[in-house]
């Protein structure tokens, strides 16, 4: 398995942190592009088209990027942004394309009933996992991480809700 794919694996499982990231401008980029593409990927899945995914992706990233650094900052860790970037951007990866498969799985007939219990799962273990390296970078509680991850969460959609056109909406026009 190569190095940095099972660093974001190690991540995932609680073993490593953002601090064992490299702090590297072009890990960066390239780990923000496969979490990119990969999310994109999920949104053409949901039937979003490719003008509003895209969109919303860039949003995501961007709103991400700055509440992480407006959170380290107020911390006093801004030195930290780059490696927990990484750290998300890597774990977040992982996570999308686990969750593309399951979508795939999850639309084969007779399945689709799990779907809902999918997306909770998904959720949580989003929390969870960027919580985890919200609250290694910031030096706080799981707690802690877990809410900022939380308040992430709510901010991109909140974000995307205003700029982006979902399919059904595009459809009743």
Same mark, same amino acid.
């Given at each position: 398995?190569?190095?940095?794919l099972?660093?974001?694996?190690?991540?995932?499982?609680?073993?490593?942190g953002p601090?064992?990231?490299?702090?590297s401008?072009?890990?960066?980029?390239?780990t923000?592009a496969?979490?990119?593409?990969?999310?994109f990927?999920q949104?053409l899945?949901?039937k979003v088209?490719?003008?509003?995914?895209? &969109? /919303?992706? @860039?949003?995501h990233? !961007?709103v991400?990027?700055a #509440?992480?650094?407006? +959170?380290?900052?107020?911390?006093?860790?801004?030195?930290?942004?780059?490696?927990?970037?990484?750290a998300?951007?890597?774990v977040?990866?992982l996570?999308?394309?686990?969750?593309?498969?399951?979508?795939f799985?999850l639309?084969?007939?007779?399945?689709?009933?799990?779907?809902?219990?999918?997306?909770?799962l998904?959720?949580?273990l989003?929390?969870?996992?960027?919580g985890?390296? &919200? /609250?290694q @970078?910031l030096?706080? !509680?799981?707690?802690m991480? #877990?809410?900022l991850? +939380?308040?992430i969460?709510?901010a991109?959609?909140?974000v995307?809700?205003?700029?982006?056109?979902?399919?059904?909406?595009a459809?009743?026009?």
């Open positions: 398995m190569p190095a940095f099972q660093l974001f694996f190690d991540i995932a499982f609680w073993r490593k601090q064992d990231v490299p702090a401008a072009s890990v960066l980029a390239i923000a496969s979490y990119a593409l990969i999310s990927a949104l899945q949901l088209d490719a003008a509003n995914s895209l &969109l /919303q992706v @860039a949003l990233v !961007g991400v990027s #509440m992480v650094a407006i +959170f380290l900052a107020i911390a006093g860790k801004s030195t930290r942004w780059l490696q927990t970037m990484i998300l951007t890597g977040g990866a996570l999308s394309i686990a969750d593309l498969a399951m979508m799985v639309s084969m007939p007779g399945i689709s009933i799990l779907l809902s219990s999918w997306q909770l998904t959720v949580v989003v929390l969870l996992l960027f985890r390296i &919200l /609250q @970078a030096e706080s !509680g799981l707690g991480g #877990m809410a991850a +939380f308040a969460l709510v991109s959609e909140s995307s809700s205003v700029f982006v056109e979902i399919a059904p909406q459809a009743a026009k």
